[in-house]
């Protein structure tokens, strides 16, 4: 599955795909072969950074 390019799509999916199959971010990235800086920056854009406590995008 490729990961939506607006960022309040691709926002749901990746916290979504974190909570129900994924145990980190690097997880994820590595898994669906997504480079996490870009992944990082595109949801920084509209106000969200990854939180690894939370296993997710706050």
Request: include cysteine; glycine fraction near 2%; charge should be negative.
């Amino acid at each position: 599955m490729e990961l939506p390019n607006d960022p309040v799509l691709l926002l749901s999916v990746v916290n979504m795909k974190l909570r129900d199959y994924y145990p980190s971010l690097d997880a994820l990235c590595d898994d669906m072969m997504v480079n996490r800086e870009e992944l990082e920056k595109k949801l920084s854009d509209i106000g969200y950074i990854y939180d690894n406590e939370r296993n997710s995008f706050c």
